[in-house]
């Protein structure tokens, strides 16, 4: 085990920009070598009454409310281990620190994969993944990420290890506590080891882009695909905002308008029929624009959405990230809402709307500045009260550094924190596991 | 669990009478509340007869306020409360403690909500399963969980349970289909976890609350997803000399990338029993194994799909690849699967269904093993399963009038567990734990393992009031794995 100075970029293990920009200056990191000393760690901090947050490659250290200062990051990059896996089970067992990349290129070897199409895929850790719990480009078609965790290790207080669930795709013995750990941010202790099931790799993937003029066709058309495209594996709409900020060489997004992106995936005849489908359903709507996009430039189109819900590699003072959850009727009207107030503050709006999940992320950039016309607090407060209006919910992904903490990290509250807390406290009885990233400060 | 033929009455007294129980009538109609000892006779087990309680009293609930009244007034008099379906439940997971109070919740029985366009439904808890799909399939949608029981068996028993069924191989558990849930917590206070939505604030309580088996409260309204009828379904019965080619052939079909919607397997026992039943599928009664097997979804590329399936299972040594030439056709080729548990009551009087799960790659080898273990004992045992995710159903047919026989099937069930968990596997696919295997939960399971469940269910019922003395071993049975079966079940 290893302790070093949250100054110290160029080390192996130093803190990530992001845990350095949000944990602050006194954050401390220690990468334990084995479980054993995982254990001693969490009893020392305990003892300590010291804040500590499991980690991996602090990829995803601008979720959540800041934690208290003075935290001890635990990095379990060196628990890194592919501990379990019979291709022919269709599940894999992990340590937590192995990198998703690792993973996706050990899955893919054998034509199985979590589909998930993962946010930061090249820069975080399985562990990550669990306790961040993010979207993945094809939720709607294949589900969140809790329904591929089939079991898991962890540490609670008293460093106490546990297992839940198993290694078996089907499986009722006892609580699904993975289910609780999962989207947890860490707040329920160490996740040490988790137990994948999988899919096979599609026999063929076929992708489109249509750039709409009129962002009421665009709309028409992802509903319409929604409604009759059958079995379709995405349906995403970027507004004109969005689309601008892909990368040049996405030339299929080139053009003004709102663009609608769709994917089929599957056994090569459904494919092939289900796009022959699409295209009568896009020839309705008159799109200004439509490509087929296949290759490199379908692998980085799917990196610039999965990757909408983040800032990148490093923290930046220009950017807020919301999601906005509503059902999937409603995804244009809430997205239109968030337009609206992101505009009213004089500012620009990008929006990609997963259509299938009802999900909208929301992206701008608030201005520097500390006044109360920054583009953050009227924005923030009225994206809460449409949500609410719209029984919807939402969480601030990200905001600057220097703001997250005037921010609740759930832009809608939580009616049942009361009972979270008090299962919370099953994990972590002393406090110690930074209860309020997720919740927000206790009553 | 195990099944009988015809149940034998067992000693049961209701020592406290109508007693305090009667004080119910003030929230439940005297025509709904139940403390006649002949009518709660009705109440003292579910689909695991083994186990025999009778409880305190039974109130018939028509609404989540009825609900809500009756777990308060257990609070306030310190008796424990079990919910309750349909009762199809196959561990002893509604079997009462005793002086329980028994909330059955059948005639919460309402659709409340369909929304087609955002495909899900809001349902009470005694919607039986198959009626929901009855509700939404002219519409093009289904209620996608279809355990055995889904005639009978309650949504709210689905989710106690996390109920599986032969399509859940592609479609997923009960788990994968709650949305949202709205529970009576323990101490009679109200709870809605999760909706409708992709992502809702907070944990994922909704989650963890699924397959707690009534230990963590009372579910009164659920959101459940609806999944678009497929356009499409073939179905077909391939026919096996030996069953480890009937395996191979499983294995070899999800190697390839194929997503059957269900790969059950029946070997040559079950076959006989099913075809000399009211259930009879035109199964060949010759054959080791037959191998049902149901692709479905669009209709483009089903034709390769079916090819390569065949030529899997040509490779395999198919003696025979049967398609359903209509509906009626593959209606009785699921009769046949469906009703395989009934048809084993031709062969003896009792019946012990067990539930293990193996990883798919080990299913040829436990099954030898399960074999070997039934040869050793000297038991009747037939195979009916979930192939394509490795969840086993021995079946062991017995005379429970024998002790001698009934301790062999016990010590047999015992072996066979093991011998799953050995092997990777669980002690349960889908049955839960309920009474019937929560002496093999440390079979599964250390002690830290069970502590952070037994805390977690304290932190939400402290007074352990909701459904107690299930899943979890007292500290006794610990040690001492599966005697409880051998001891506390006198004939």
């Known amino acids: 085990m290893q302790e070093a100075p949250a100054s110290d970029h160029l080390s192996a293990l130093s803190l990530s920009p992001h845990e350095h920009a949000f944990y602050g200056s006194e954050a401390r990191i220690v990468a334990p070598d084995s479980y054993e000393e995982l254990e001693t760690i969490v009893r020392d901090a305990e003892r300590e009454r010291r804040h500590m947050i499991p980690a991996g490659l602090g990829a995803h250290a601008y979720l959540g409310n ?283 709006p990008a929006t990609a709307c997963d259509v299938l999940s009802g999900l909208v992320t929301l992206r701008w950039s608030p201005r520097r500045d500390a006044t109360e016309a920054n583009g953050l607090d009227r924005p923030i407060a009225d994206l809460g009260r449409t949500l609410l209006a719209q029984q919807g919910t939402g969480t601030l992904l990200y905001l600057p550094p220097q703001v997250r903490q005037s921010h609740n990290y759930l832009l809608t509250p939580d009616a049942n924190a009361s009972l979270a807390r008090r299962l919370l406290k099953v994990f972590d009885p002393n406090s110690v596991f930074c209860p309020e990233k997720l919740l927000g400060p206790g009553p | ?186 101490d009679g206070e109200t709870a809605r976890l999760s909706g409708p939505l992709a992502e809702n604030s907070g944990y994922d309580l909704a989650g963890l609350f699924v397959g707690t088996e009534g230990t963590f409260g009372i579910v009164t309204e659920i959101t459940v997803r609806l999944v678009p009828n497929p356009e499409s379904i073939r179905t077909f019965l391939a026919i096996f000399p030996r069953m480890n080619l009937a395996c191979r052939t499983v294995a070899e079909i999800t190697r390839q990338g194929i997503l059957p919607a269900a790969l059950e397997i029946l070997d040559q026992l079950t076959i006989r029993a099913v075809e000399a039943s009211v259930f009879k599928a035109g199964y060949p009664q010759d054959a080791a194994a037959v191998l049902l097997i149901e692709i479905d979804g669009l209709d483009a590329g089903m034709d390769e799909e079916e090819q390569k399936i065949r030529q899997i299972a040509k490779e395999n040594e198919a003696i025979e690849f049967r398609t359903a030439r209509d509906e009626t056709e593959r209606l009785k080729l699921w009769k046949g699967r469906k009703g395989a548990f009934g048809a084993m009551g031709r062969v003896n009087t009792d019946l012990y269904v067990l539930d293990g799960v193996v990883p798919r790659t080990r299913l040829e080898n436990v099954l030898n093993e399960v074999y070997e273990i039934a040869k050793r004992h000297g038991v009747t045992l037939a195979n009916v399963f979930h192939a394509g995710d490795g969840n086993l159903h021995p079946n062991i047919s017995y005379d429970g009038r024998d002790p001698d026989e009934r301790s062999r099937v016990l010590l047999a069930g015992r072996e066979i567990l093991e011998a799953c968990v050995r092997a990777g596997g669980s002690i349960s696919g889908e049955h839960g734990i309920g009474l019937e295997k929560m002496d093999f939960m440390p079979l599964c399971f250390t002690e830290e393992d069970l502590q952070l469940q037994k805390d977690l269910r304290r932190a939400v019922d402290p007074r352990n009031l909701s459904n107690p003395a299930k899943i979890f071993p007292d500290s006794k049975s610990c040690v001492e794995v599966g005697k409880r079966h051998a001891t506390l079940v006198p004939l």
């Open chain 1, 66 to 348: 800041p934690p208290p200062g003075n935290v001890l990051v635990v990095s379990l990059r060196k628990l890194n281990r592919i501990l379990r896996y019979e291709p022919g089970d269709f599940t894999v067992g992990v340590e937590t620190g192995l990198t998703l990349s690792e993973l996706r290129a050990t899955l893919e070897a054998n034509g199985q994969e979590i589909p998930l199409d993962l946010p930061s895929a090249a820069r975080g850790t399985v562990g990550g993944l669990v306790a961040a719990a993010p979207s993945g480009l094809r939720r709607g078609r294949h589900g969140p990420v809790r329904a591929y965790v089939i079991g898991a290790h962890a540490l609670r207080g008293g460093a106490t290890r546990y297992k839940t669930g198993g290694m078996v795709v089907k499986n009722v013995a006892g609580y699904e506590v993975m289910k609780f750990l999962t989207g947890s941010l860490g707040t329920a202790g160490p996740i040490v080891e988790v137990n994948f099931k999988l899919r096979p790799l599609p026999e063929r993937r076929a992708a489109h882009v249509a750039v709409f003029q009129d962002p009421d066709a665009a709309w028409r058309f992802a509903d319409n695909l929604r409604s009759r495209g059958r079995e379709p594996a995405a349906i995403w709409v970027l507004n004109d905002e969005a689309r601008r900020q892909a990368p040049r060489m996405l030339e299929s997004l080139n053009g003004d308008g709102v663009a609608v992106f769709w994917l089929f995936e599957g056994q090569s005849g459904r494919v092939a029929w289900q796009e022959s489908q699409a295209g009568s359903i896009l020839d309705e709507q008159a799109p200004s624009r439509h490509s087929a996009v296949s290759g490199s430039e379908l692998d980085l189109l799917i990196d610039f959405l999965a990757d909408f819900d983040s800032p990148g590699a490093g923290p930046r003072v220009d950017l807020a990230i919301a999601k906005l959850s509503a059902l999937p009727n409603q995804i244009r009207h809430v997205q239109d809402e968030a337009q609206r107030v992101v505009l009213e503050a004089e500012l620009a």
């Open chain 2, 1 to 186: 669990m195990l099944f009988r033929r015809q149940p034998r009455s067992t000693v049961t007294s209701n020592p406290a009478g109508a007693g305090i129980y009667a004080e119910l009538a003030r929230w439940i109609p005297p025509e709904r509340l139940v403390l006649d000892h002949s009518e709660l006779k009705v109440y003292e087990c579910d689909g695991l007869p083994l186990h025999k309680e009778l409880p305190g009293a039974v109130a018939l609930c028509a609404s989540r306020q009825e609900v809500i009244a009756v777990v308060r007034w257990c609070n306030e008099k310190n008796v424990p409360f079990v919910p309750r379906g349909a009762g199809t439940g196959l561990s002893g997971g509604a079997t009462p403690t005793a002086r329980a109070v028994v909330l059955d919740l059948n005639r919460m029985n309402r659709v409340l909500h369909v929304d087609l366009q955002n495909r899900y439904a809001v349902v009470e808890p005694g919607v039986i399963n198959i009626k929901l799909t009855h509700e939404v399939h002219a519409d093009g949608f289904h209620y996608a969980p279809d355990p055995s029981s889904q005639k009978a068996c309650t949504i709210g028993g689905n989710v106690a349970e996390n109920a599986g069924g032969p399509h859940c191989l592609k479609y997923g558990m009960t788990t994968d289909h709650i949305l949202g849930l709205e529970v009576v917590l323990p």
